[in-house]
């Protein structure tokens, strides 16, 4: 897709810099979330569950204006519900629960569909069992993540609790690896027609972050094998950074830049989650068979 320009592109905003963003406000932004999360986990886990349902709902908003560019439009309320379902069932019940969930889920978003008409149903119904699966099917690992250890409690002492914190923390760390490789090092570019600054030289660096952190989270805090952590981080970096690439791949699709301004500073709820939904599945799956 080529892309167009209007006229020449507006003066940075004071306080942009190079980071592209007004810093100030997505420092103070990170620091509120940061601390929602933190004292969810701590106090009362399932308060955390909380967080996730409206992260779902946000993020199925966000893909629905994102899809409306191309003309598909996805149906909100359905997915909407059905995601607070999902990531409910999951959450109490477990992964068979949330299996069937999703696939009732699909049935009403197709059944609900209908009501439309034949024209595009065949466009909408992919793009809504696209989203279903994108945002709450993956979020839902999230809860199961969090399950480990019990429904109730909290605290860091908590199974559930530290795996939140091992995935969090192992795929911020692919994040901040990269970075600093990318900017120190970067001479060549990974996917350039994809995502022009990603480079093998930051992805080197999201490599040996992440397995350094996913060391020291499973030896330490998790009690667990070293090459255990070792794997985590393998596992964390390569889905991290195709999260990155995929979520790049539907904006440029889609011919925006964020998905939304809903996070002052940082743009779309869905750009600061592409990575920890492309990393909590395999995650999830390795520590509760490996660890837990």
């Not at 940075?12 to 103070?28: M, V």
């Not at 946000?58 to 519900?81: N, S």
Request: with cysteine.
């Amino acid at each position: 897709m080529t892309e167009t320009s209007p006229g020449p592109a507006p003066a940075p905003s004071p306080g942009y810099g190079r980071a592209g963003r007004d810093l100030p406000k997505a420092i103070a932004s990170g620091v509120v979330l940061l601390a929602a999360i933190v004292v969810s986990l701590v106090f009362w886990k399932t308060a955390f569950m909380v967080i996730v349902a409206a992260a779902v709902v946000v993020a199925v908003w966000e893909l629905h204006q994102g899809f409306r560019a191309k003309g598909m439009d996805l149906p909100e309320q359905p997915l909407m519900l059905g995601g607070v379902v999902m990531v409910t069932v999951a959450y109490i019940w477990g992964s068979a629960a949330l299996v069937t969930a999703t696939a009732v889920t699909a049935l009403v978003v197709m059944l609900w569909l209908l009501r439309r008409g034949i024209d595009g149903y065949v466009m909408n119904s992919t793009a809504s069992v696209f989203t279903l699966v994108y945002v709450p099917f993956l979020g839902s690992f999230v809860a199961l993540m969090l399950r480990e250890g019990g429904i109730g409690g909290g605290g860091l002492d908590n199974a559930g609790v530290q795996g939140i914190i091992t995935f969090v923390l192992v795929t911020i760390a692919s994040d901040i690896g990269g970075y600093i490789a990318g900017v120190l090092f970067g001479k060549h570019p990974m996917a350039p027609v994809i995502s022009p600054k990603k480079s093998w030289e930051g992805f080197g660096g999201s490599v040996v972050f992440c397995v350094v952190v996913g060391w020291a989270l499973v030896v330490y805090l998790l009690d667990g094998s070293w090459w255990v952590g070792v794997l985590l981080g393998l596992i964390a970096v390569v889905m991290a950074t195709l999260g990155d690439l995929c979520e790049s791949v539907i904006k440029r699709d889609l011919g925006i830049k964020d998905m939304s301004q809903v996070i002052p500073g940082h743009g779309g709820l869905m750009d600061r989650l592409d990575s920890l939904l492309a990393t909590i599945a395999p995650i999830w799956l390795l520590l509760h068979y490996l660890v837990f």
